[in-house]
């Protein structure tokens, strides 16, 4: 099992620019969510979803968007990326059960906004 | 979402046990405690989590208090590999499954 791929591993993009963030996981668990990490900081929740066609906001959700049509597949979408958004972001997921068996993370994709 | 209070920074010698403490005195019944680490700059990684028995798996034990406003990770034999950043989380499905992350403890491990 790959576990969860995430792509590409480092981005520079423009001010304005926007880009996808790609996300698979091969384990077939239904929640999957993006974090972003800022230098220093602890993860914050972006967006994350329940089950393909489901999808919510988490605490920082400004500036990107997601969709989820299939199991394994959960991009993230920056509009319009603008420096406040150069960050790590890692993808993740799990079962959604009663006893959560714990994440799996991604190995992050490390962005930088010019 | 029950919040979380652990200490900034800890300090373990090499071989001796790493007991990371955490607070979380407004956990609901239905909220179980999760514990991740973050190497470097790494994913985190999964460690253990309970509802209110002790666990005990491969990397490290769970203690949790008997009124569940307190808990703390074991690491029985700490290396350096171990130096990260420790995260203790609590979260239930009521919210959808999420884990909202702290600050975290920076655990060292010194030889």
């Known amino acids: 099992n790959a576990g969860v791929t995430q792509t590409p591993k480092f981005q520079v993009l423009k001010t304005g620019q926007s880009m996808t963030l790609q996300c698979a996981q091969d384990?077939?668990?239904?929640?999957m969510s993006w974090y972003r990490q800022d230098p220093g900081m602890g993860l914050r929740l972006i967006h994350y979803s329940v089950g393909a066609g489901i999808t919510d906001q988490g605490e920082v959700p400004n500036g990107y968007n997601v969709s989820r049509s299939t199991t394994e597949d959960f991009p993230l979408r920056l509009l319009s990326a603008a420096p406040s958004q150069t960050s790590v972001y890692f993808c993740a997921s799990s079962y959604l059960t009663d006893s959560n068996y714990g994440y799996t993370f991604g190995s992050g994709t490390r962005l930088t906004v010019v | 979402d029950a919040k979380t209070t652990q200490p900034p920074s800890m300090d373990c010698a090499e071989g001796r046990a790493a007991n990371l403490p955490c607070n979380h005195s407004?956990?609901?019944?239905?909220?179980?405690v999760y514990w991740y680490r973050q190497i470097h700059s790494q994913g985190p990684q999964y460690i253990i989590h309970g509802l209110k028995n002790n666990e005990t798996n491969e990397m490290a034990s769970l203690i949790i208090t008997e009124d569940r406003k307190s808990s703390t990770l074991i690491l029985p034999h700490a290396t350096l590999r171990d130096t990260a950043v420790y995260y203790c989380?609590?979260?239930?499905?009521?919210?959808?499954?999420?884990?909202?992350f702290g600050a975290g403890t920076i655990l060292r491990v010194k030889s």
């Open positions: 989380i609590v979260s239930g499905l009521e919210y959808g499954n999420k884990l909202v």
């Open positions: 384990m077939n668990h239904e929640y």
């Open positions: 407004t956990i609901s019944g239905n909220e179980y």
